[in-house]
């Protein structure tokens, strides 16, 4: 039901059970917040987005305050303002100075509002407290000091993802934020997803950064330094030069990290369609030799680190096959030195990922052998955004170039891999032809495509009937570990993402408020696969040509050394 209400002498149309914040978004008028989240229940503790309604003696909280007939609001009035400006001048009272060194510099939510409101003096002066950053985490650094106590990395953490590793910890103006009894990263049950690093509008949490070694490397005559890029970084990079979300520029990509002086750029798609024909033939074995069923996805490390602290007991249930990352990283080290003799212990293989996890990932024991990594440095979208302006590439200026022969030439199946359910549709594709023989009859799964948190889809595949689910958020994946250990059986292969709407939200993507941004990488990813020529993994011909002359069959024995990997029960301190 609409009704009327008046904001700032117009009158505008809200519906019943609204919230004012809500209201005035959908009518197109702004209020600041900090503490917000879409989605989950408002707390209203921030007071950024105060608002003044006639007869109200005190300042009223549009995020948590419904609206009512014929209310009368003013978002701006020199009184909000006011409000507004002297939050933001108490929270700058004990905020570091040091926001030419900090991370999230020209993109900071305090920094901004401080700007708007025109905070030119510090007019509150008390003793500062004083916190020592954290860095003890594989990919997630914890700045105590630029906290200012919002409370979105605690929910996000907690309500959206399922990890629950940050809280409030103490009373008062001691109050701080962080892990069980505030101590080290390392030693919590902290996933490294790093959305909590999206959540924070300051610097207080921000990832391990990686670029530094890599351009030691660049600039060693004898290291032979390569890149591998996500197929997600391809659609999400053009936001950091001011191009349109969605827009993908692999081509442009290719140009720019050749002329910062990588020897070889490799697309790591070729990594994902590598992935999904090792996935499908270990599928397709289970199936035929009573194997442990269902399968869970083993690509998201994150994922896979969860549970092994809360879910040990699903280990033989998890896939075996490396992700995408690895996989491409040691065949790298392995047939692409071996072809072109280039001696291992010269080779630096960087990856480009969407994703904080992945820098845990690459340092795990298992991606391991004789002394050398698969993968040795990881870049967030935001790193190689910053490597490239760093480098002084004028990424405009590029005329766009093909990846580096022999691992060039991907499949669209690949690139699904970028969104949730994109793993799932990109499997069947392959299991269907491993099964049968023959292709599928439509490559496109409408199921697996619907914005759901839980996602799932039943067909006949030969001689199978077969059940598959995609779920995003280790919250989600938990509850369905519940309901299979309840007596479900109708699931045969389940993808787990960490974060929502899968790595086109990923922890290492650009920082942005607007949801539409996701959404628009998801489309250029569905995109691409309505008009590639090559739409499913095995019919990649240099797939087909490595496992010819190197790998043999699909999760034979090679593979098995090279590929496939293992998880053991991991203990949490805290």
Known sequence: MNFPIEVNNKTIQARRGETILEALDRNGIKVPTLCHMPDLYPT???????????GKPNLITACSYPVEEWMKIKTHSPRVVNARKTNVELLLSNHPDDCLYCERNGNCELQTFAEQLNVRERRFIGKKNKYKSDPSGSSIVRDPAKCILCGRCVRTCDEIIGACTLGFIGRGNKTIIGPSFNKQLNLSSCITCGQCIMACPTGALHEKRHSSDLQNALHHKETHVVMQYSPT?????AEEFGLKAGKDISGLMNAALRKTGFDKVFDASFGADLYICELAAEIEHRLRNNGVLPVFSSDCPAWIKFMEQWHPDIIPHVSVC????????????????????INPDNLYTVSAMPCTAKKFEAQREQMTHKGISDVDSVLTTRELAQFIKLNGIDLHQNESEHADFPFHVRSSAGKLMAVSGGLTEALIRTLHYRITGKEIGSYKINELRVNKEVKEYKVKIGEFK??????TTVKQAGQLIEEIKSGRND?????VMACEGGCVGGGGQ????DIGAIKARA????DTDEKDPIRASHKNPAIVELYRDFLGEPFGENSAKLLHTSY???????
Request: hydrophobic share 40%; proline share 5%.
């Open 44 to 54: 209203g503790s921030c007071r950024m987005c105060v608002v003044e309604v006639e």
């Open 233 to 237: 970084v391809t659609v999400s990079l």
């Open 322 to 341: 490396k992700s995408p990352q690895q996989m491409l990283g040691a065949v790298i080290t392995n047939y692409y030195t071996k072809t072109y003799h």
């Open 466 to 471: 077969l059940g598959f689910a995609a779920v």
């Open 491 to 495: 699931l045969h292969f389940i993808e």
């Open 510 to 513: 650009p920082i942005v408020k």
């Open 523 to 526: 489309k250029a990813i569905y």
């Open 568 to 574: 053991k029960k991991r203990e949490v301190p805290l």
